[in-house]
């Protein structure tokens, strides 16, 4: 596993070198990119779950708040 800020220069070599391996973003860049694309401010309860998702440390605490997030009536 390779952790990147989504330099897709960075991520087109590392593919290369590595190609069996699996990129992820990292946390802040993970907010950061999602912040981008909806107003937070106007969500905040979703925003709360959205960052309590990125830092699960348990599979079934991501797992809950995936089906939480994913049956949002504000998502769909």
Same mark, same amino acid.
């Given at each position: 596993?390779? =952790?990147?800020?989504?330099?897709?220069?960075?991520?087109? %070599?590392?593919?290369?070198?590595?190609?069996?391996?699996?990129?992820? &973003? *990292? !946390?802040?860049?993970?907010?950061?990119?999602?912040?981008?694309? +909806?107003?937070?401010? #106007? +969500?905040? #309860?979703?925003?709360? #779950? %959205? #960052?309590? &998702?990125?830092?699960? &440390?348990?599979?079934?605490? +991501? %797992? !809950?708040?995936? %089906?939480? =997030? *994913?049956?949002?009536?504000?998502? &769909?």
């Amino acid at each position: 596993m390779i =952790i990147t800020d989504c330099n897709h220069a960075q991520m087109n %070599v590392l593919r290369l070198i590595y190609p069996n391996s699996q990129m992820l &973003l *990292s !946390k802040w860049h993970m907010l950061h990119a999602m912040r981008s694309h +909806f107003n937070t401010s #106007k +969500f905040l #309860k979703l925003w709360a #779950k %959205v #960052k309590a &998702l990125v830092n699960a &440390l348990q599979l079934a605490d +991501f %797992v !809950k708040l995936w %089906v939480e =997030i *994913s049956n949002d009536s504000l998502v &769909l």
